[in-house]
């Protein structure tokens, strides 16, 4: 199987923790420990966001004031290479060095007039008290969303049209390498009239670059881990229903949270409508995931438009995850 693997930002810090690089390396080891299995036996390609380490880059430049902060482009890159660097050391040691790893900076192509450079979505960097938020807002002119119970900076994030180094991905698999790749979404760039590539300042949500990637390379599968068990509509309200597959069509049709979910889910309908598979859920239960005992998958087309996870009484235990047909969604 010719695999991507879409690495939260869960795999990389968890919520709460202090970004060092002891936390990142530690986070990372029991990912790729996690994922050793699946990379001995598959064709596999591993991509990974970068939101709280591009902020926090972007925070360290500013504190800097001799010579002008980097642009997000440079900053990008730059944290493709570090992370990058970490998940390429820690797969290879999780292999004992049966397959070679190679980390690849990635940049994916965007159209300059996306309507995304006007309306900011991707959350980056730390979180922030309203207050806190208010201040950075003020001074950095910085545009502020909320991030659960807290405030985060948000900037553009448009479209993946294609990803530049997708040649040299397939290449590397059909010689039996790994790639990690498409780190951040890989860095954007737009096209000029001579065909030049130039580096534009927004962040690309990883798993629509992913999808884009899987695309590119005809990947069977997509797998976005997650630190929740299932997609759910209506999450975190008391109309909450977990999704334990669904069509492109029927997913489609339902909202969810914009800058953290729509884009996983809209990357699952764009690998879904090309033909393949996508698989969102818990990093922490893979082999469930592949199994299909946990986790939400996308499929091209479904009879009855959505299977919901059954709902069980606190009073009569059972599994969660048993799966029972729902009306077409």
């Given at each position: ?63 800097y004031q001799d010579v ?170 008391p109309e909450q229903r ?88």
């Amino acid at each position: 199987m010719r695999v991507v693997v879409a690495l939260g930002g869960n795999a990389l810090a968890r919520r709460g923790e202090p970004m060092t690089a002891e936390y990142l390396r530690a986070n990372v080891k029991s990912t790729c420990e996690a994922l050793a299995k699946l990379a001995r036996d598959n064709e596999m390609v591993i991509t990974h966001g970068n939101g709280p380490q591009v902020g926090l880059l972007a925070l360290q430049n500013l504190a800097y004031q001799d010579v002008a902060a980097y642009p997000l482009d440079i900053l990008g890159a730059e944290t493709q290479g570090m992370i990058g660097y970490v998940v390429q050391q820690e797969l290879s040691n999780a292999l004992g060095g049966e397959r070679e790893v190679a980390a690849v900076i990635t940049t994916t192509v965007v159209d300059e007039s996306d309507p995304a450079f006007d309306r900011p979505t991707k959350l980056i960097g730390p979180q922030y008290s309203a207050h806190d938020a208010a201040e950075a807002a003020a001074e950095y002119r910085w545009t502020i969303a909320k991030d659960g119970q807290a405030f985060r900076r948000v900037v553009p994030s448009p479209n993946p049209i294609s990803i530049v180094q997708a040649p040299l991905i397939r290449r590397l698999l059909e010689d039996g390498s790994l790639a990690v790749c498409v780190g951040g979404g890989g860095v954007p760039v737009r096209e000029d009239s001579k065909g030049r590539h130039i580096g534009v300042q927004a962040v690309v949500d990883k798993d629509l670059a992913s999808a884009a990637l899987a695309a590119d390379i005809q990947a069977d599968t997509l797998i976005m881990l997650t630190d929740g068990d299932y997609v759910s509509e209506n999450w975190g309200t008391p109309e909450q229903r977990d999704i334990h597959t669904a069509s492109a069509d029927a997913v489609a049709a339902m909202k969810f949270a914009e800058g953290s979910m729509q884009p996983k889910i809209d990357a699952a309908i764009r690998v879904a409508r090309a033909g393949g598979r996508a698989l969102i859920g818990p990093l922490d239960r893979l082999d469930d995931l592949l199994a299909r005992r946990v986790g939400t998958e996308i499929v091209p087309e479904l009879a009855e438009g959505v299977i919901w996870v059954e709902s069980v009484p606190a009073e009569k235990p059972a599994p969660a995850d048993k799966p029972v047909p729902a009306g077409k969604g």
